[in-house]
């Protein structure tokens, strides 16, 4: 239900919240008219400031427990529990497996060593083979603040009623939480232009291995069924459409299943040896091998550009028997990736890492106007927001009202070296 919906019911559980909360009382609720008039009027005696941390108190907890239903793209969210493992996040790279057994006859011949299988010479158990680990940290945050003055008049006009009270209350969340969700949902923005932007720089970048992480369609359609008519500006047409969107259907859901198989693709891999890492820590760096990722259905994520959602839509699933594309993922769509007015435009600065760790900013902007979705594992990049409350200040007897704060901090991340591969009309 919307916060602007609330029925008479609501605002008397609304008031005994707030009366238990400023009195300490344990009120079971109230049940007419004269009730909340009652325990109103109690309210409105008593000292201010209890009062006034009630009601902040009561505001904190609605927009706490409402902020996850209001923005788009919520599956980019995560708990603070889930960002205390992407704070500090250790990667384990391959080492390759010894090809042979010490408890297993050998032909000397065979063996790198032939001296150790003789009498007299002993077999060593503990020789040591470090794990070649590397570890990404994220840190940081935005915080913000707004604030929202009420006045004497507004709070008995708002404890005359129930009716009164929930418009007073819808009021002063609705603004609040419009504003807090849009700011939530410009973060998500930022933190999908950066990772786009920082995959589109890859490609050009010879210190960073692409591994399949940006995919064009026109030119992976091109290869697959021989067509030479189809470009970025004509794929709408009705001579290229429907095939083209057929082929893309099966092309998303193959490119799922792909991402699922543990392998180096999809992501950053990381050169070992040539981040100078093996000698300082002591490992042999001929045994290091790929940075391997796999993501599982469930953890995957697969936001694409409204547009080409609903020509899939209409070209693909209308003429089938099943809508069943990509259900076993995190599946949206996207209005846009930046502006509403160039909605597969990309415009970015960003930041990303290379083979060796280094953090990679490029001079110009990157930019493109062919983007048309991001798939990507959860641990890719996300937004974490905390230390989010309601306060309010004491009682300005000159003004005749007081204030309520409202503040937050975001955080949003991007991980590289995680699966995430960005689709270009291109």
């Known amino acids: 239900m919307s916060v602007n919906q609330m029925q008479m019911e609501q605002g008397s559980s609304l008031m005994?919240?707030?009366?238990?909360?400023?009195?300490?009382?344990?009120?079971?609720?109230?049940?007419?008219?004269g009730e909340f008039v009652s325990v109103a009027t109690t309210l409105l005696q008593m000292d201010r400031d209890p009062l006034l941390r009630a009601i902040s108190q009561g505001l904190s907890r609605t927009?706490?427990?409402?902020?996850?239903?209001?923005?788009?793209?919520?599956?980019?969210?995560?708990?603070?529990?889930?960002?205390?493992?992407?704070?500090r996040k250790l990667s384990f790279l391959d080492k390759k497996i010894a090809d042979y057994d010490d408890a297993y006859p050998r032909n000397p011949s065979l063996t790198a060593d032939p001296n150790m299988i003789k009498d007299g010479v002993s077999v060593d158990m503990f020789v040591q083979n470090k794990p070649a680990v590397i570890q990404t940290n994220f840190y940081g945050g935005s915080s913000y603040a707004d604030n929202l003055t009420i006045y004497n008049g507004?709070?008995?006009?708002?404890?005359?009623?129930?009716?009164?009270?929930?418009?007073?209350?819808?009021?002063?969340?609705?603004?609040?939480?419009?504003?807090?969700?849009q700011m939530r949902e410009n973060w998500k923005r930022i933190a999908i232009a950066n990772m786009i932007g920082g995959r589109l720089a890859s490609e050009t970048d010879n210190t960073v291995d692409t591994n399949g992480t940006v995919v064009h369609l026109i030119t992976e359609y091109k290869s697959a069924t021989g067509n030479t008519t189809i470009t970025s500006a004509?794929?709408?047409?009705g001579a290229e459409i429907k095939n083209f969107t057929r082929w893309l259907y099966g092309y998303l859901n193959t490119l799922v299943s792909y991402?699922?198989?543990?392998?180096?693709?999809?992501?950053?891999?990381?050169?070992?040896?040539?981040?100078n890492m093996a000698t300082r820590q002591g490992i042999d760096a001929s045994r290091v091998g790929s940075l391997m990722r796999q993501s599982a259905p469930q953890d995957i994520k697969v936001y694409l550009l409204t547009e080409l959602v609903n020509q899939i839509d209409s070209q693909v699933l209308s003429s089938t028997y099943h809508n069943n594309m990509l259900k076993w993922v995190d599946y949206d769509k996207i209005d846009f990736f930046q502006s509403i007015k160039n909605p597969m435009g990309i415009e970015v600065t960003p930041t990303y890492i290379n083979n060796v760790g280094?953090?990679?900013?490029?001079?110009?902007?990157?930019?493109n106007d062919n983007v048309v979705g991001i798939i990507f594992d959860r641990d890719a990049m996300g937004i974490s927001v905390f230390d989010e409350g309601v306060d309010a200040t004491v009682w300005n007897s000159r003004m005749r009202g007081y204030n309520q704060w409202f503040y937050e901090t975001v955080r949003f991340w991007n991980d590289f070296t995680e699966n995430s591969v960005v689709l270009v009309m291109d």
């Open 16 to 33: 005994t919240a707030i009366y238990n909360q400023a009195t300490g009382s344990n009120l079971a609720g109230i049940n007419n008219l």
């Open 234 to 237: 004509n794929w709408q047409s």
């Open 259 to 275: 991402m699922g198989n543990r392998t180096s693709m999809f992501h950053t891999d990381y050169d070992y040896a040539n981040a």
């Open 154 to 181: 507004q709070l008995k006009m708002a404890f005359s009623s129930p009716a009164e009270l929930s418009a007073f209350w819808s009021g002063a969340q609705e603004n609040i939480l419009n504003k807090l969700s």
């Open 358 to 367: 280094t953090l990679v900013t490029p001079d110009d902007p990157v930019t």
């Open 63 to 87: 927009i706490v427990a409402t902020r996850p239903f209001t923005e788009t793209l919520r599956g980019m969210e995560v708990d603070n529990e889930e960002w205390g493992g992407i704070v």
